[in-house]
């Protein structure tokens, strides 16, 4: 039986650690983000969109659907991947477009994928799972960061909103939230070059990088792997890789 991974954000950073981790366990994957990545291996499917334009995802998942056959599928996960800090900076200086796009890629795009994805194999017999990428930024405000902590918090609720309205079902869809830690990424990149003025703990991930504690894409894909493998996990759970 076949096993298959949908990722958004599968292009760079930590979605492309964990696609060469699923791609080593045997996924057969479909990976979303806005660049064709010409380095991968041509096993992954790669889907150029843009998720802010969240009017989209429905056709998007109806197409990669389309190409997965239920009757050989004997395991399927969505990974919701793709996230943004949007521009840093206290909520007062942010224009309302910046906010409406990192809520759009953050949250609407993951509601929207969440409910395309369940509606689409809810009848399926075999082991399903939502994993949202979260962050500790859910649980803990930063001078500067204010929809990406918003968002990220809204996404733990929503995966434990997911494991209460899927209990009863007959096949139900297990959905985790998994902060990753803080990783060798553009996103760290982009931290670490905004400014004191409007990120105030700057100085803490400048120390990270200078000192070699930032974890590598690759062990955070691993890790995530093996908590999607691991049916202890009860869903509606907020775990961390670090
Ligand atoms: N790095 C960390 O320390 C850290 C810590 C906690 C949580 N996280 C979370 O981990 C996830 C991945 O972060 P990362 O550090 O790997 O960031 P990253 O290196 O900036 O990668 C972001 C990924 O999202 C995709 N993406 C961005 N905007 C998109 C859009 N509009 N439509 C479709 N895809 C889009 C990007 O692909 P394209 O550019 O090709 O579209 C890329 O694959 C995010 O949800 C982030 O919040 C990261």
Redesign the pocket.
Known sequence: MKKVLII????????AGIVNAYLTDGFQIYS????FNKDVSVAIKQYT????LTENIEKLFEDIFKEIDPKETGQITLIN????LGEIAPLTRLKPLDIQQTVA?NLTSVLVSCAVFIKSCQSWACKKSIIN?S??AAQKPYFGWSVYCATKSAIDMLSKNIAIEQEEEKHPVRALSI??G??D????AQIRSSSKDNFKTIDRFIQLKENNQLLEPSYVGHSILQMDKDDQLTSGSILRVQ
């Open positions: 958004t954000g599968g292009s760079k950073g930590i979605g979303i983000a806005r660049t969109v843009d998720l802010t991947n793709a996230g943004t890629l990428i962050s500790g902060a990753p803080v990783v990424t553009g996103m760290q």
